[in-house]
C-alpha cells in the first residue's frame, strides 16, 4: 500500500450550526484520546509525513483538522481510493477541563449527527462504511478513568470505538503482557498495540481502515 497524498481539508470548529466537518460518501477515521496520548505522532506514522503537529504543551489540537489521503493499493487489491483521517480535540488536560471535555463530546455529537449513523460493515462491528472511531488510550496508564468515560459516551453516542495502546515501545516486555491485558479487560476488547516511533501497529491500523473503505469483509 503506498500513500499518494495527504491535505489538510479543514481544521473544523464545532460551534454553533455549522460546525464545519465534512460530510461527504468518503469513509472517516477519527482518533480520539487524551492530550499528549500520541494523537498526531500516530497520524504523521500512518502518512508517513509531518502532517499533525506535535507538542510537549498539553491540548495543542482544540479543533478537529481533518485530512484527506489519498492511497494505492491495500485491503481489496491494487486500484486508488481516498479517506478522511480527523484528529479530534484532546481531552482530560488540567488547564483544560470540562471545557476539552465539551469540545470533544461536541465534536463527536457533530461527526455522527442524528439521521447519519451509517449501516454496519459485516465483521467490523466497531465499524461502519462511514469509518470509525479510534480511541487512544497510553499503554503505560490503563484504565484511566477518563479513558473509560470517553470510551462510554463514544459508544453511547456514535458507536463502540476502537482501542489503540498507544506507546507500548517504552514498556518492558512484562509490562506490556500485563498492560494490554488490563486494557483487553477494561474496554472487552482486544486493543491494537502501537508504536509510532516503531512502526509497530501502522500496517494493522492500515489494514483495518483499508477493510472498511473498500468494503471488505474482515
Known amino acids: 500500500m503506498k500513500i499518494l497524498d495527504v491535505e489538510l481539508?479543514?481544521?473544523?470548529?464545532?460551534?454553533?450550526p455549522r460546525d464545519g466537518l465534512v460530510r461527504d460518501d468518503i469513509p472517516q477515521f477519527a482518533f480520539a484520546g487524551r492530550s499528549n496520548v500520541g494523537k498526531s505522532s500516530l497520524l504523521n506514522a500512518?502518512?508517513?509525513?509531518?502532517?499533525?503537529r506535535t507538542?510537549?504543551?498539553?491540548g495543542k489540537t482544540r479543533q478537529a483538522n481533518i485530512?484527506?489521503?489519498?492511497?494505492?493499493?491495500?485491503?481489496?487489491?491494487?486500484?486508488?481510493w481516498a479517506t478522511y483521517l480527523v484528529d479530534l480535540p484532546g481531552y482530560g488536560y488540567a488547564r483544560g477541563g470540562d471545557?476539552?471535555?465539551?469540545?470533544?463530546?461536541?465534536?463527536?455529537?457533530?461527526?455522527?449527527?442524528?439521521?447519519?449513523?451509517?449501516?454496519?460493515?459485516?465483521?467490523?462491528?466497531?465499524?461502519?462504511?462511514?469509518g470509525a472511531i479510534f480511541l487512544l488510550v497510553d499503554s503505560r496508564h490503563p484504565g484511566l478513568p477518563s479513558d473509560v468515560?470517553?470510551?462510554?459516551?463514544?459508544?453511547?453516542?456514535?458507536?463502540?470505538?476502537?482501542?489503540?495502546a498507544t506507546k507500548v515501545d517504552k514498556l518492558s516486555r512484562?509490562?506490556?503482557a500485563r498492560h494490554l491485558r488490563e486494557?483487553?479487560?477494561?474496554?472487552?476488547?482486544?486493543?491494537?498495540?502501537?508504536?509510532?516511533?516503531?512502526?509497530?501497529?501502522?500496517?494493522?491500523?492500515?489494514?483495518?481502515?483499508?477493510a472498511v473503505a473498500r468494503g471488505v469483509e474482515r
Open 9 to 16: 481539508v479543514t481544521s473544523a470548529s464545532v460551534a454553533g
Open 46 to 52: 500512518l502518512t508517513r509525513r509531518k502532517m499533525a
Open 55 to 58: 507538542s510537549a504543551a498539553a
Open 67 to 80: 485530512y484527506r489521503v489519498s492511497v494505492e493499493g491495500g485491503a481489496g487489491g491494487p486500484g486508488t
Open 99 to 130: 471545557e476539552s471535555a465539551r469540545e470533544l463530546s461536541a465534536v463527536v455529537d457533530a461527526y455522527f449527527a442524528a439521521g447519519q449513523r451509517p449501516r454496519p460493515v459485516p465483521g467490523t462491528a466497531a465499524a461502519t462504511r462511514r
Open 149 to 164: 468515560e470517553a470510551f462510554n459516551w463514544i459508544a453511547a453516542t456514535a458507536l463502540p470505538p476502537i482501542v489503540v
Open 174 to 176: 512484562s509490562e506490556r
Open 183 to 210: 486494557i483487553e479487560r477494561t474496554y472487552g476488547r482486544a486493543p491494537v498495540a502501537v508504536s509510532s516511533a516503531r512502526g509497530e501497529g501502522i500496517d494493522e491500523l492500515w489494514r483495518m481502515m483499508a
